[in-house]
């Protein structure tokens, strides 16, 4: 890649352009935007990295921006990355991030970007992943991860972020579904968006005994349940002084350092299962030698595997 130097220069400024372009070249998985992203990591991890999820419908596109006009007037940068279904004709994420954050695509203050799923493994793309890393070192106070609402990135989302947020919507049944994705247990901070409307309070009810009836340890962190209307703007300040506590409780207790290992951990594993996969594939010389060895019965597949293994 020409101009790496100069291009992690720019990032680190927090020059827009740069860090659009060096975020395209992360999703096309550039030659030596490897070494880019090298590079940036020992500039990031500064932000405040906060993962807001939930069931589709239940307005967080709203939720995300009306949290970013307040972070702005707040004075604070942020940079959002919509994890988004990926198009299954073009690679490229469906939903598109001006349209539904329109608002904020002029405030140099705010980058926002649709990152799509292509079908990662984890539910989270390495690409979202190496996204928050740029943005991250590039100087942004905020950093949103908004997750599809569907599928195994609701719950890997813990992996990436500091602060969980889940939001439910009155009469969408978002208790079972909460249970069914895990994501209870995922929760920092409990969201009833769309509180105006009829059954937010049972919503919370419901909420608050199973949170209630969860186990817990001295010291844990109290989980807060928030409501609010987003498209109004009703509730937001409150939420964004729960995720200030959350941050400060994260750092108080030495939690911080240990989600920061955990997550440092998990993308080390993704990682590496990655490398190996691509390893393993047919067209290399040392694959379809070994996979013609065990269709021929001249070697059994668990065999095999521990052999390519070791060869790695």
């Known amino acids: 890649m020409t101009g790496t130097v100069s291009l992690t220069d720019r990032v680190v400024r927090g020059d827009v352009g740069a860090i659009a372009r060096l975020i395209t070249q992360i999703e096309r998985r550039s030659p030596g935007v490897d070494e880019v992203l090298s590079e940036l990591h020992h500039s990031a991890g500064r932000a405040h990295v906060i993962g807001v999820t939930g069931s589709p419908g239940s307005g967080k596109s709203t939720l995300v921006s009306a949290l970013t006009e307040q972070y702005r007037r707040a004075g604070r940068t942020v940079g959002i ?9 073009t690679g490229g994420a469906i939903l598109g991030d001006r349209i539904r954050m329109a608002a904020l695509a002029g405030d140099p203050g705010v980058f926002i970007r649709s990152i799509a799923t292509r079908g990662a493994l984890g539910g989270l793309s ?10 991250d070192a590039a100087g942004k106070d905020i950093i949103i991860l908004e997750t599809v609402g569907v599928g195994q990135a609701e719950v890997d989302v813990i992996s990436a972020a500091q602060t969980v947020a889940v939001v439910s919507v009155p009469g969408m049944g978002d208790d079972v579904q909460a249970i069914k994705a895990g994501l209870l247990e995922i929760a920092d901070v409990h969201v009833v968006n769309k509180s105006d409307r009829e059954g937010a309070h049972k919503t919370v009810s419901e909420l608050r005994e199973m949170l ?36 400060a409780w994260l750092a108080d207790t030495g939690e911080r350092e240990r989600r920061a290992w955990r997550n440092t951990a998990t993308r080390i594993r993704w990682l590496a299962e990655e490398l190996v996969l691509d390893r393993l594939k047919p067209g290399r010389p040392d694959f379809d030698r070994t996979v013609d060895e065990v269709t021929a019965r001249r070697d059994d597949p668990l065999s095999a595997a521990r052999r390519l293994m070791e060869q790695l």
């Open 212 to 247: 209630r009836l969860a186990p817990r340890v001295p010291g844990q962190w109290t989980v807060p349940i928030k409501q609010t209307v987003s498209a109004t703007g009703q509730g937001v300040p409150e939420l964004v002084d729960r995720f200030d506590e959350h941050l």
């Open 126 to 135: 390495r690409a979202a992943l190496d996204a928050i890393t740029t943005l």
């Open 81 to 89: 990355i919509a994890v988004d279904p990926s198009s299954v004709f």
